[in-house]
């Protein structure tokens, strides 16, 4: 990404995906506990959840990569104005 313009395309990109990832989560969450009450196994879906934390994680990670870009494209160009 070199212009600020893509970042930002990226960023939103990135916003989008934390959010349907947290969606996701939260809904998984809801069944593995429907499961716990009625006693079925969880073992599966509490391991599926796992993944999709460390997703969601890697997700987050990345999305504060793009804002630093920004940040420092925004710095980069008060720099030069100057």
Not at 65 to 78: H, P, T, V, Y
Request: net charge positive.
């Amino acid at each position: 990404m070199n212009d600020n313009y893509a970042a930002r395309e990226h960023l939103e990109t990135a916003n989008c995906h934390v959010a349907q990832a947290e969606e996701r989560i939260a809904q998984l969450r809801r069944r593995v506990e429907d499961m716990r009450v009625s006693g079925i196994p969880t073992e599966r879906a509490e391991a599926l959840l796992a993944l999709m934390l460390d997703s969601l994680d890697n997700m987050k990670r990345h999305r504060r990569l793009i804002l630093r870009e920004i940040s420092e494209f925004r710095q980069a160009r008060r720099s030069r104005s100057r």
